[in-house]
């Protein structure tokens, strides 16, 4: 089939919508034609859900059309489907249905992230991102956008953009705006993000620090094995605005102990109710065992090991 044939084999297909069924004209375009979205924000990862979409596109075919608008002549921008795309390239197959919508640059971003955003496991970075891109393009669109204006959310009369978003993605405002300051962090830091080693609330405040405090951070973290609490990136952040903010003082304040990391001693209450009548507070539980441990060490006489014992009685042949 020659190329051309291909761009213009169209079929129509009944696409079911909210409230409503619309006809469209679903066209079969051979994939090279077809674009993923500038930017996007949304990873394709080849994993199992990818090994399991690419069996059934070779048994089944791609079920539901890819969405996408033509950016110009036998070329299109796709809006939703990069991961239907992938499995098709990855099964072998040279084309893929296709509805076409004329929609602004804009429009498009909107609805690229709207749809991505039904995805079951999206990445921290990926909603940052995504979160960023749609109030941008809302602003070019000449809705007013301050989502990063202020700490917490205005709480003045109207809806503003960032409302906006987060009532459609069910988050509240204040945190989609925390969900933005992640665009500000170095991609090491970021990346710790996505693979939980560094808390959301810690990389909020994280990302206030000027790119090379960062970077002396990545370099703290990856020397020393340990990532910042809460309260250390928010030490980390006001010495930062303050200017005071160097390579030690970041080495300085991750060395410091964080509650999680001092070792806990355990001892089994079973162990402990011939001592004490049940329900003796645990603090004075403590206060007794601490105190009986320091009147033992007062009254114990050293004792020797067995091999320096040894090493007396030879000494004295």
């Keep these: 089939m020659e190329e051309n044939q291909a761009i213009e084999m169209d079929r129509t297909a009944e696409v079911s919508q909210p409230n409503e069924v619309r006809r469209e004209k679903v066209r079969v375009i051979p994939i090279q034609y077809v674009d993923d979205f500038p930017n996007h924000p949304f990873q394709v990862r080849e994993d199992e859900e990818m090994n399991r979409l690419v069996e059934s596109v070779k048994e089944y075919g791609v079920l539901t059309p890819v969405v996408a608008r033509k950016t110009a002549e036998n070329r299109f921008e796709l809006i939703s489907g990069h991961r239907r795309k992938r499995a098709c390239e990855l099964a072998g197959i040279k084309v893929i249905p296709l509805i076409l919508r004329d929609m602004t640059r804009e429009e498009a971003i909107i609805a690229m992230v709207d749809s991505n955003l039904q995805r079951e496991h999206i990445l921290p970075s990926e909603k940052a991102f995504a979160y960023k891109m749609k109030l941008e393009a809302m602003k070019r669109q000449g809705q007013r956008t301050d989502l990063t204006c202020v700490p917490m959310a205005h709480k003045l009369k109207g809806e503003k953009s960032r409302d906006i978003v987060a009532e459609q993605a069910g988050e509240s405002a204040d945190q989609v705006r925390r969900y933005i300051r992640l665009t500000e962090l170095v991609p090491e830091l970021l990346d710790m993000v996505d693979q939980n080693r560094i808390a959301f609330r810690p990389a909020v405040e994280l990302s206030y620090l000027s790119e090379e405090e960062q970077r002396d951070l990545v370099e703290t973290i990856d020397s020393e094995e340990m990532t910042p ?89």
Excluded: W
């Design 229 to 317: 609490s809460l309260g250390q990136a928010l030490r980390m952040k006001h010495l930062s605005r303050e200017g005071k903010l160097d390579m030690d003082t970041v080495f300085s304040i991750m060395q410091e102990q964080k509650g999680n990391q001092k070792e806990i001693v355990k001892i089994p209450a079973e162990h402990l109710e011939k001592f004490f009548p049940r329900g003796t507070p645990p603090k004075r539980i403590m206060d007794e065992i601490l105190a009986a441990l320091e009147y033992y060490r007062s009254r114990s006489v050293p004792t020797v090991s067995p091999t320096a014992r040894n090493r007396e009685e030879r000494d004295e042949r």
